[in-house]
């Protein structure tokens, strides 16, 4: 009976978390590109990020970036779009 009890704990344990991950797969990825200011008046643009392209691995939506200018605390994120399955898609 205690046997039982462990082995169906550990398949229900074992589907949870296998089924966990797999929730956040397939979802779109929100695009921003990022506005850096030289300081919290946002008045002196110093840099921004730059949407490249998407990627999809393994079930999983990404997006490359690079960065013009500088970095700072001071920042601003705009949504520009999403990236789904590699396409992009406009906001």
Avoid: W
Wanted: glycine letters at 8%; proline letters at 3%; one cysteine or more.
């Amino acid at each position: 009976m205690l046997k039982r009890i462990v082995i169906g704990s550990l398949a229900l344990t074992t589907m949870l978390v296998g089924a966990s991950p797999a929730l956040a797969f397939d979802q779109p990825l929100e695009v921003y590109v990022t506005y850096y200011y030289s300081e919290s008046g946002h008045l002196n643009l110093i840099g921004r990020t730059r949407f490249e392209y998407c990627t999809y691995n393994f079930h999983a939506n990404g997006a490359v970036y690079s960065l013009i200018g500088s970095s700072s605390a001071y920042s601003e994120d705009v949504l520009i779009g999403y990236c789904d399955e590699g396409n992009f898609e406009p906001a």
